[in-house]
């Protein structure tokens, strides 16, 4: 019995550990804002507190527009990223593994460079580009530059590796050209990979802070991690019940996506599918 | 007719020379296997025919049509590849049909075609299953069921049985055979198993270092092997060759410093000329009064033994014999001269006024 008992004891410590504070947030946003400013945060939630999530989804708060809008702007900018990742990085991927041309390694490898240049480390010269370009407070300008990375091209060209010249070449003999090869059988057989991407880059994108910060300033285009950002008040009181209910609100999709393809998410980083 | 000729054939890879010049014609409905150990070229070969390779140098022309600079498509050429090559995400339907799909055939033309391949190949039960969800002998019929269905001109086998186990290799050769000998397809079969060679091909290309050796039926490669390596590659196990010296006018070969007698004029060459003689294990025959070899190693092999004998530090003999006497430290044995094959030791070829194995070349 022992034996069994350290390691549930183990993880059920480590749920906790990791549970707790999403649970204070949970029990705080239905408080009273004056008492979570005291501490005196209680793990109990109170029901006639729920009201809260409504307010902030139609209203906002002192600092920020409407939840729900920011919520929308959050979900269109994780889903350009995720699909327009995806769209930039399979086609790349397929060409820099299955085509020679010229120069193609120089390729390959200048797009690996950009995964040592994230955009917080370009911050500055992204601005300026996206600033000649007049995308400063526009989805464009949100968006375009997260797109471009390397990671979906370097895992994508890593599945793509482990197809068997043969599989290549018994297309070829059918007469399958190159669109059709990527279409009929390079993209069914990623099935899994891409959806585990998708996963990771929809993440990615919705925990977006730094750059959608510095590149809208126009609250239209404010995300819902802005949004509790600018609900926390330098000079006038936080309501801190709001930001709570907010920080669950923004939890829940991210949540939710990962919960819905969790399956394809495992297969696709465990298995080779081939 | 749907013939396959090669004209000088070459293919290099950077420096290095793969295919040294291949002149090969096969005739309508023949299958001819190409055999040979790895490296020497053989797959490159099929490749170069299949249109997945581009050659240095040389024509290829199916039914008396260019097919050089064709792309894969476009030169109505199926092929099994070794490790099957199924489509993974489709069904044995799916992979059966696609590349019908891709020339545009209507539905019901696509639905007929593949019923009737999937009856020849006993699989009609397993059309909507996943490749993975199959045997290996069950791949097998499926990739051969996505060259059938195509009706070519030409099919291409590359070493389709090496991924079997011993047991379903031999079923799976009879099938090979059968269905090959009913479509009446021309067909190129790349193989390093000798006795895959010898029971499939209508004819065989030995081919060495990218050189063909010799193209001849399987008996007479047998029997008339063209140089030392034929001799050595194809039977099993393998024949002794024994460097030896010509005397007598060539009517004895003196080898580990024993003279062996010939009979006659059967070996042309002068007094003295150095000579490598070859006989198979199974052509040795016990002999009380003949030469002597120090017995090293006896292998049981049910109804047969081998036995393993060398003399002088560097001639070894291998003795095929049906359950022998009780196994001395030295046995006596004679090569009788029907069965002796000489080669020159110099150029490894043929010495003989032999039958009709003759190299291509």
């Known amino acids: 019995m022992t034996g069994r008992l350290i390691p549930h004891a183990v993880l059920v410590l480590a749920i906790l550990l990791f549970a707790l504070p999403i649970w204070i947030a949970v029990a705080g946003s239905t408080q009273d804002s004056a008492v979570i400013a005291r501490g005196e945060i209680s793990l109990i939630p109170r029901l006639s507190g729920l009201g809260v999530y409504r307010d902030v989804l139609l209203h906002g708060s002192a600092g920020a527009g409407p939840v729900w809008h920011a919520l929308m702007v959050s979900a269109g900018m994780a889903l350009a990223i995720a699909f327009g990742k995806i769209a930039l990085s399979l086609p790349s991927a397929y060409a820099v593994t299955f085509f020679r041309f010229p120069f193609r390694m120089t390729a390959f490898w200048l797009i690996f460079l950009t995964l040592m240049l994230p955009v917080e480390v370009r911050l500055i010269p992204t601005f300026q580009v996206m600033s000649s370009l007049d995308l400063i407070n526009s989805f464009t300008g949100l968006t375009i530059p997260l797109i471009a990375s390397a990671t979906a091209t370097l895992l994508f060209r890593q599945t793509f590796l482990t197809l068997p010249d043969e599989l290549v070449e018994a297309a070829r003999m059918d007469g399958a050209g190159p669109l059709r090869f990527l279409r009929d059988i390079v993209i069914p057989v990623s099935g899994a990979n891409i959806a585990a991407l998708f996963v990771i880059l929809f993440v990615y994108g919705w925990n977006q802070y730094l750059w959608p910060l510095l590149v809208a300033t126009d609250p239209k285009y404010d995300t819902v991690v802005i949004g509790i950002v600018k609900m926390i008040g330098v000079d006038t009181a936080t309501e801190w019940n709001k930001v709570m209910a907010t920080a669950v609100l923004a939890l829940i999709p991210p949540v939710a996506v990962v919960f819905l393809m969790q399956h394809w998410f495992v297969k696709g980083l465990t298995e080779g599918d081939k | ?361």
């Open chain 2, 1 to 361: 007719m749907a013939g396959l000729r090669l004209e000088g054939l070459h293919k290099s890879f950077g420096a290095i020379e793969i295919l040294k010049g291949v002149d090969l014609a096969l005739a309508d409905g023949e299958m001819l296997v190409i055999v040979g150990a790895s490296g020497c070229g053989k797959s490159t070969l099929l490749r170069l025919v299949a249109g997945l390779e581009t050659p240095t140098a040389g024509r290829i022309l199916i039914d008396g049509r260019d097919v050089t600079g064709l792309d894969p498509s476009a030169r109505d050429i199926a092929m099994v590849f070794q490790n099957y090559a199924l489509y993974p995400h489709m069904s044995v339907f799916d992979n059966m049909a696609y590349g019908l799909k891709i020339r545009g055939l209507p539905r019901a033309a696509i639905r007929a075609k593949v019923d009737e391949a999937s009856a020849l190949l006993g699989l009609e039960a397993l059309l909507e299953r996943k490749p993975r969800q199959l045997s290996g002998g069950q791949r097998q019929r499926v990739a051969m069921g996505r060259a059938i269905v195509r009706d070519p001109k030409l099919f291409l086998f590359d070493e389709p049985l090496s991924n079997l186990d011993a047991k379903l290799r031999v079923q799976m050769r009879g099938e090979i055979r059968r269905l090959q000998r009913r479509l009446k397809v021309t067909s190129l079969y790349v193989t390093h198993d000798q006795v895959e060679a010898m029971t499939l091909g209508d004819r065989l290309l030995v081919m060495h270092q990218g050189v063909p050796v010799q193209l001849a039926t399987p008996t007479e490669v047998f029997e008339y092997p063209a140089d030392t390596y034929v001799a050595g590659f194809i039977g099993s196990p393998a024949m002794n060759l024994l460097p030896g010296v010509l005397g007598r006018n060539g009517t004895a070969v003196t080898v580990a410093g024993t003279e062996i007698a010939l009979a006659p004029s059967r070996f042309a060459a002068p007094d003295g000329h150095a000579v490598i003689l070859g006989i198979r294990p199974e052509h040795v025959v016990l002999d009380p009064s003949g030469m002597s070899w120090p017995v090293e190693i006896v292998e049981l092999l049910g109804s047969e033994m081998l036995v393993h004998a060398r003399r002088g530090g560097e001639a070894s003999l291998t003795i095929k014999i049906v359950h022998g006497p009780a196994m001395s430290d030295v046995i006596r044995v004679s090569f009788p001269s029907e069965h002796v094959h000489l080669f020159d030791q110099a150029t490894g070829l043929r010495l003989t006024p032999a039958g009709s194995g003759v190299p291509p070349s």
